[in-house]
């Protein structure tokens, strides 16, 4: 049963669906609703953070912001996981490529979710734990993308918790190991999703590529943002069925 809580405060008993799509902006938490939901209501706002539900081609359908970084990420999938019957976020959002055989335009889906943060210190684990997304959720996006005939990459992505790293070879190593992206909030979701037993999957557009210096021109980015979108979507709801 759902519950408000000091982050999300219910504003129709519409509530929200059992997968959630969650991009970092609020503003484009809107947009998504407005452009792919039907029948969409606003069922959150505090602080900004727009939250609504709608439906996609018949399935009921959830897409509110994350903020950026790994912390508030983490407090919204939690509250959303523990308190208002969300069993799946897809996170959508954009990515820096850390590869040159990645181009700009093509969706990075993440198997797994490194990271620099000490998110996971709180587990108390004698060791380190290794983020990854929900299988099921997983082979889905695979599918589909294929299906639709994207240019798509799955593999380990980096959430960072450094947009304006002081070190200039802070990537290097994470290149090395053939990390695949570079973004701000997978690893925290996935983290989450584990100990709740709950599923999550982060699928990401490559607005830029470290490596080339490769960037998307603003009307570009908003291009390969749909195809993004029309995955995530499909995702959520052939893996409901």
Same mark, same amino acid.
């Given at each position: $049963?759902?519950?408000?809580? %000091?982050? @999300?405060?219910?504003?129709?008993? @519409? ?7 969650? &991009?970092?902006? %609020? ?43 790994? &912390?508030? $990420? ?34 990075? @889906? ?20 290794? %983020?990854? !997304? ?42 090395? $190991?053939?990390? #695949? !992206? ?34 998307? %021109? ?10 993004? $979108?029309?995955?995530? #979507? ?8």
């Amino acid at each position: $049963m759902s519950q408000n809580t %000091p982050h @999300i405060n219910l504003l129709s008993d @519409i509530g929200f669906g059992k997968t959630v799509l969650m &991009p970092g902006d %609020p503003k484009r938490a809107e947009v998504i609703a407005k452009t792919f939901l039907e029948d969409a209501v606003k069922v959150n706002d505090v602080r900004g953070v727009n939250g609504y539900t709608g439906y996609y081609k018949g399935e009921k359908v959830s897409v509110m912001a994350s903020g950026m970084g790994m &912390p508030s $990420m983490a407090i919204y999938s939690y509250e959303l996981y523990s308190f208002f019957g969300v069993e799946s976020i897809i996170r959508v959002g954009s990515a820096g490529a850390l590869s040159s055989a990645i181009n700009v335009r093509d969706i990075i @889906i993440g198997m797994g979710a490194c990271t620099n943060s000490n998110y996971s210190k709180q587990y108390g684990l004698d060791g380190s734990f290794a %983020p990854i !997304a929900d299988f099921a959720l997983l082979e889905s996006a695979v599918s589909n993308a294929r299906s639709m005939n994207l240019n798509y990459h799955v593999g380990n992505i980096l959430s960072s918790d450094i947009f304006y790293n002081d070190s200039d070879k802070a990537n290097d190593g994470w290149i090395k $190991m053939g990390v #695949l !992206a570079v973004e701000m909030e997978a690893a925290a979701l996935y983290m989450n999703a584990a100990r709740l037993g709950k599923r999550a999957l982060a699928i990401c557009t490559v607005s830029d590529n470290i490596i080339t210096g490769e960037s998307l %021109p603003a009307m570009e980015r908003q291009n390969s943002f749909k195809e993004m $979108m029309a995955l995530s #979507l499909e995702t959520a709801i052939s893996y409901n069925k």
